[in-house]
């Protein structure tokens, strides 16, 4: 199983962009996916999730209305948009997946890519 995450860069503040996470090696289709992030210095976290046919996502609380995470089946892949970035956003962006249904608990989550870099500065 593979993950490989795209889409990281620098940004200014107010920007946007958009995350991929491109699987292979499993039945993309039944499995939830999330994205986690882990700042310098802090712990890894939760930051969406979506469910193995795409009906159902949940954000953390604070990049509710700025971020969505969404995914194409038919193409293996998970992609999350973020808007309106701000400095706390800067963190490295990881793209995780389980079998079944969605959980907010990094424990749940089996398998991990490598991880994004993004950065939200002036």
């Known amino acids: 199983l593979q993950l490989v995450e795209s889409g990281g860069g620098l940004v200014q503040p107010g920007g946007s962009l958009l995350l991929s996470c491109a699987a292979s090696?499993?039945?993309?289709?039944?499995?939830?996916m999330a994205w986690f992030r882990q700042a310098p210095g802090k712990e890894l976290e939760f930051v969406a999730t979506?469910?193995?046919?795409?009906?159902?996502?949940d954000y953390l609380d604070s990049v509710k209305g700025r971020f969505t995470i969404s995914r194409h089946n038919a193409k293996n892949t998970v992609y999350l948009q973020m808007n309106s970035l701000k400095p706390d956003d800067t963190a490295v962006y990881f793209c995780?997946?389980?079998?079944?249904?969605?959980?907010?608990?990094?424990?749940?989550?089996?398998?991990w890519g490598q991880g994004t870099q993004v950065t939200v500065s002036s």
């Open positions: 995780t997946a389980r079998l079944g249904v969605w959980s907010k608990d990094r424990g749940a989550y089996k398998y």
């Open positions: 979506i469910g193995a046919t795409g009906t159902y996502t």
């Open positions: 090696g499993f039945t993309f289709s039944t499995y939830a």
